[in-house]
């Protein structure tokens, strides 16, 4: 790719001393002397031909460059994500301004960076060859011609450089503004728009950040081009001087017609490359500030980290939180002082009002974050080993989640479940059956095989049939500890009986956390686990904790209250007793 540059570089210099020599040729003819004109002619062709043909290779060349350098570009990127194994960064909001910035250059950064460096070479040489053609006008002038276009180069760069940094800074705005018209447009936020009557007031929205995101990088648009006009006067001047200078001494017969031609050619041929020159320079300047931004990101040090020579995961998993404090980011706890020990094997459920911390301490457990004091260990009393010491993967590998708020992959049915582990058709059936989706896949119209979601055209699912088939995810994974946040929050009172009685069958022998606000469902489990406020206030059977007539013994009477229809206040020694 470089030679070909380098040869469409020089065809402006080939093609002002081609002007030069014809002209003089014609010039020595008309006069009754000599000249090879058909050798000229030759000359002009070929160069024609070198530059379509070079044109040619550079852009098939390019086209693999960039494809190359494209895929590279964002398999890295998703391979720093991979050794990103905590949430802590990806939900700091700086983070996403950078991720929206590299995931949407990393389409076109590569090739932009290809194409300016070449172009970036293109024009140098370029300029060097047909400067190097008005050194036969004298040394000095391809100097002066240089040196009065500098400015112009500088101040280029200069700008493209805050203009950089603007959009940087106003990458928030952005955003917000791409988020407005996402809302506004897409399907899951359709029916709320309607309902409430949303795209006045969206639209109100968008236009006036529009607007002010507008006026800001308006101004520095204006700037942009203001900015560059001194440095294009001085410019102009030189190459206005030079012009002015190569006629009165062709005027005195020290320079020949064709000289004359050769000097015409050769300045506009530097100014327009010393203009790509500038031109390239602030764009690349702009992609390599990109590139540095990606760099970065691929150097950022993840504060959760798999040690360098990690332990081995202990023989019994038993779970254990060691004085246990936990805040996000610098905001105030969620977690305080949380002790506890789970021994393999058993099914305990979490209870207590919404934001009390449970999802919280499941998080810590998995190691999304790590405590900001205190410990989370895993094994039998004398052979526990801090979480922090062990490899990441494979305790994960060890634990399945039904998560709040699941995801939902818009692929297959079947991609959904085996989330690109190897296909066991008797595991899957089992698991279809004990997750509910049996119950769904008739209705599809490719069973398995359907693609679901609307972003690619699929069958879209309920709600509840949306659960069932995170379940069913969870439960295709041979795994130790299962974990159970609200997972039947969306199901129907059949179906959620159903599942349960298939975690019931499942729990058997795995530790589980269920955490559910559906107190019927607590029953399963060995043991509860109240939180409130950050803190872990009770501890025992349902049993126990109705005795102790504490927060869970009201929370099981106001919930039994709500099915017997009694009044919520008073006590309902009966209801709670019933059970
Ligand atoms: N990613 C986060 N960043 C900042 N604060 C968070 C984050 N996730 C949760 N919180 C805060 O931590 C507190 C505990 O949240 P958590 O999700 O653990 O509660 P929960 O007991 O599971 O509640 P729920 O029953 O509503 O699911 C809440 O006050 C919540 O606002």
């Given at each position: 790719m470089a030679l070909m540059v380098v040869l469409q570089g020089l065809l402006p210099a080939a093609t002002v001393f081609l002007s030069k020599w014809t002209v003089d040729g014609i010039t020595a003819v008309a006069?009754?002397?000599?000249?090879?004109?058909?050798?000229?002619?030759?000359?002009?062709a070929g160069t024609a031909l070198v530059g379509q043909l070079t044109a040619v290779g550079r852009a098939v060349l390019q086209g693999y460059a960039t494809d190359h350098f494209t895929v590279q570009t964002v398999t890295q990127l998703m391979r720093k994500m991979q050794a990103l194994p905590g949430l802590d960064v990806v939900e700091d909001p700086r983070f996403h301004d950078d991720v929206e910035t590299l995931q949407t250059g990393a389409r076109f950064r590569p090739l932009n960076l290809t194409a300016t460096l070449l172009g970036l070479l293109q024009a140098v040489v370029g300029v060097v060859g047909v400067a190097g053609a008005l050194l036969t006008v004298g040394w000095w002038v391809p100097l002066i011609v240089v040196i009065g276009?500098?400015?112009?180069a500088r101040t280029q760069i200069r700008l493209r450089?805050?203009?950089w940094s603007l959009a940087i800074q106003r990458t928030q705005e952005a955003r917000e503004l791409a988020y407005d018209q996402r809302v506004a447009l897409r399907h899951e936020y359709a029916k709320e728009v309607r309902l409430y009557d949303l795209m006045p007031y969206l639209t109100g929205r968008y236009v006036d950040g529009a607007l002010a995101y507008q006026r800001v990088m308006r101004g520095m648009r204006n700037k942009q081009v203001l900015g560059l006009l001194p440095a294009q006067v001085l410019a102009l001047a030189v190459t206005a001087g030079l012009f002015a200078y190569a006629v009165a001494q062709a005027?005195?017969?020290?320079?020949?017609?064709?000289?004359?031609?050769?000097?015409?050619?050769?300045?506009?041929?530097?100014?327009?490359?010393?203009?790509?020159?500038?031109?390239?320079?602030?764009?690349?300047?702009?992609?390599?500030?990109w590139f540095q931004k990606y760099y970065a990101f691929l150097d950022a040090k993840p504060s959760v980290a798999s040690p360098p020579q990690p332990r081995p995961l202990p023989t019994r998993l038993d779970l254990r939180l060691e004085d246990v404090s936990f805040g996000y980011r610098d905001l105030p706890p969620v977690l305080e002082h949380v002790s506890l020990h789970v021994p393999e094997g058993q099914v305990v459920a979490i209870v207590g009002e919404n934001g009390a911390g449970k999802t919280t301490l499941v998080k810590l457990l998995l190691r999304f974050y790590d405590p900001t004091s205190g410990r989370v260990l895993l094994g039998a009393p004398g052979e526990e080993v801090d979480l922090r010491d062990v490899d990441l993967t494979a305790w994960r590998s060890q634990v399945a989640a039904v998560f709040q708020d699941f995801a939902r992959f818009e692929w297959?049915?079947?991609?959904?479940?085996?989330?690109?582990?190897?296909?066991?058709?008797e595991k899957l059936s089992q698991t279809a059956d004990a997750s509910g989706l049996s119950g769904i896949l008739p209705r599809l119209p490719d069973g398995l095989n359907t693609?679901?979601?609307?972003?690619?055209?699929?069958v879209d699912l309920s709600g509840g049939q949306w659960q069932k088939l995170a379940t069913a995810r969870a439960l295709y994974r041979d795994a130790r500890v299962l974990i159970l946040d609200e997972p039947t929050a969306a199901l129907d009172p059949r179906s959620e009986?159903?599942?349960?009685?298939?975690?019931a069958a499942l729990a058997r022998g795995r530790t589980t956390l269920l955490i559910t606000h559906r107190l019927g469902s607590v029953l399963m489990a060995d043991r509860i686990l109240v939180m409130k406020a950050g803190r872990l206030i009770e501890d025992g059977t349902h049993a126990e904790?109705?005795?102790?007539?504490?927060?869970?013994?009201?929370?099981?009477?106001?919930?039994?209250?709500?099915?017997?229809?009694?009044?919520?206040g008073r006590p309902q020694p009966d209801a709670v007793g019933a059970d």
């Open positions: 006069g009754g002397g000599e000249a090879n004109l058909t050798l000229l002619a030759v000359a002009w276009m500098i400015p112009l450089e805050m203009g005027g005195a017969g020290r320079l020949t017609a064709g000289t004359v031609v050769l000097v015409i050619g050769a300045l506009s041929g530097v100014r327009d490359s010393l203009g790509s020159v500038t031109e390239y320079l602030g764009m690349g300047t702009e992609h390599l500030r297959t049915v079947r991609d959904n479940v085996l989330l690109g582990r190897p296909e066991d058709g693609r679901i979601g609307q972003a690619f055209g699929g009986s159903e599942v349960f009685a298939a975690f904790l109705l005795a102790q007539g504490g927060e869970y013994a009201e929370l099981w009477r106001l919930q039994a209250g709500q099915y017997t229809g009694e009044e919520a």
